[in-house]
Nanobody, 122 residues
């Protein structure tokens, strides 16, 4: 199983970006999916999560500005970011809990994407 994140870049304050993270490999079921971020010299923090029932959870700092969504057919989780602020600058990581299988049977594991840089600056 691999996760491939994309969509980061440089944007001016007030601008928008959409991040994507696609899972590939032998996957039986996608469970919780989410986005985290880590700014320089800070700990990684939760940005947003979504469950397979569709419920969502957001960090207070991004509520009303970010929206997380998922497409289970495409095995992809998205993060739409708007009204971006300089303090949103960070490396963004996707996180997917999924059920897979191998010769030993099924297993559930959490995977991380490689990280995509978001820089908000004028």
């Amino acid at each position: 199983v691999q996760l491939q994140a994309s969509g980061g870049g440089l944007v001016q304050p007030g601008g928008s970006l959409t991040l994507s993270c696609a899972a590939s490999g032998t996957i039986l079921r996608l469970n919780a999916m989410g986005w985290y971020r880590q700014a320089p010299e800070k700990q990684r923090e939760l940005v947003a999560t979504t469950t397979n029932s569709g419920s969502t959870n957001y960090a207070e700092s991004v509520k009303g500005r970010f929206a997380i969504s998922r497409d289970n057919v495409k095995r992809t989780v998205y993060l739409q970011m708007s009204s971006l602020k300089p303090e949103d600058t960070a490396v963004y990581y996707c996180n997917i809990d999924l059920t897979s299988y191998d010769r030993g049977g099924t297993y559930t594991r959490t995977y991380w994407g490689q990280g995509t840089q978001v820089t908000v600056s004028s």
